[in-house]
């Protein structure tokens, strides 16, 4: 993606060519950057051979979900439905596993029957559920046990799961309880000991940290795992101050780790595999200029992108024509709902801009459309996935009369 000729290009294609033809507000991905990420991933961490299972909640689309299931990858998922649209995709039931605080009975009991790789359990009483589950049926059921390895992620606050006045996982003594009380169960199969300890993580320490209190509680439960899931949050730039993991560091810290402990590893990334694959094109309505402040109100809001208003967190915007004329004013980038905090971005400065220009928010491909609401009673945008130079419809624009 950049500037060719002054304007700007998502593969081989203008956005604004995408935006006269499908409408704004408008998600479009490149499908090479998202291989490209990949391949990336995968080399990276190429000496550890990990089963690399995506974040389906970070992307659900299907057509995404098919292209990365082309590129052998498998899924992480939290919910039925996003279980269901996996396999959909084709993703092979032994590179699914299943997390998250509250599946329902009717959620395990589907899971356990499509025999996916693990259901990584949260709490004790999940446990009894699936061993309830497993009793029915007359099958050994495999599961992790998510622990909660009270790390400070150092990420935003919001996004953080590692801590132990966080929800996720079971603390260090309860999660040792279980592994005496199942460890020779006729009904489960403790095979994974899993963790997550929060998103966006730019530096390698936290993750540092997880693996030493993973390898203190291996040893205290004294019990072989089969694997060891480490779970997503590897961090992208999202802007030039933002630092990014190094990758390297992180790999050879796992590579230390296995050298104390026979296990294969699972990866659950999210973000970094579609977040910067992504963009929101946007059309401005009105712009409208006080004493101190330039508001550019577009037609994209919080319904279609909350993070900034959710997380506070700061995308780039950038224009579909470069302009090299500078406006130097206080910018503020809103949408049109009814809240102070649909906002997108707050700007010393931005080139010259005027009504029904095209603009493009930056590094939405993870977080972004499965967010999106029908807050304000606004139509959810639709999604294209872009091929060097092929547009294809990945998912239509909603209709208003679909939800009225
Ligand atoms: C959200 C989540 C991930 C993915 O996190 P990213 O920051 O997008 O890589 C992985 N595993 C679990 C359990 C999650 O909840």
Known sequence: MNYKKNNFHIENIPIEKIAKKFGTPTYCYSLSTIKKNIKKFKNNFKTINPLICFSVKSNSNLFI?????????GADVVSKGELLIALKAGINPKKIVFSGVGKTYEELKFAIEKKILLINVESESELN???KISKIKKRKIDVGLRLNPNID?????KISTGKNEEKFGLIQKSFLKIIEKFKNSKNLK?????????????????YEKM?????????KADYNFEYIDLGGGMGIKYNENTKVLNYKK???IIKKFLNKNKTKIILEPGR?????SGLLLTKIIYIKETNKINFVILDAAMNDLIRPALYGSKHRIIASKLNRKIKRKKHEFVGPICETTDKFLSLSK???LKEKDILAICDVGAYGMVLSSNYNLRTKPAEILINKFSLKTITRRQKLNTII
Do not use: D, W
């Open 65 to 73: 979900l098919k292209e990365i299931k082309k590129m052998g990858v």
């Open 350 to 352: 931005f080139q010259s």
């Open 129 to 131: 559920q699936i061993e």
């Open 272 to 276: 970094s595999i579609v977040g910067n």
């Open 211 to 219: 693996l030493n209190v993973l390898s203190s509680v291996i040893k």
């Open 153 to 157: 992620a150092k990420t935003l606050k």
């Open 190 to 206: 403790i095979k994974c000991l899993s963790v997550h300890i929060g998103s966006q993580i730019t530096n390698h320490r936290p």
């Open 250 to 252: 992180y790999n050879s």
